[in-house]
């Protein structure tokens, strides 16, 4: 028997530029609050702009770090170390402001 599929598929793109403190900072907060809100539901893809400075055109990336959620629609981004946990919650959308 199949498990049913999940509705939603959360698709981060965390934009960073080496491994600053910042940027390490960012991708640990970000790891724990998918795992406490989204547990088996998202997918982080980091982009370091050290190595792909074209793709930061794409998205409009003007700071790093930057979370961008490409799904579910609309886009939104989140700049900084993701450390206000409440913030990033609303600002994702997992949680209503």
């Known amino acids: 028997m199949e498990e049913p599929q999940v509705d939603k598929k959360w698709e981060l ?9 910042k940027s390490v900072t960012a ?19 980091v ?13 409009q990336i003007l700071a790093i770090p930057t979370l961008v959620r490409k799904v579910p629609e609309p886009i939104r981004k989140i700049i900084g170390d993701l450390s206000n946990e409440e913030k990033v ?5 997992i949680r209503p402001a």
């Open 13 to 21: 793109r965390l934009y960073v530029a080496g491994k600053t403190p």
């Open 47 to 59: 982009i370091d702009l050290l190595e792909q400075p074209q793709l930061a055109e794409g998205d």
């Open 27 to 45: 991708l640990t907060n970000l790891k724990k609050y998918c795992e406490e809100h989204l547990k088996d539901q998202y997918r982080i893809e």
């Open 89 to 93: 919650l609303v600002g994702l959308n």
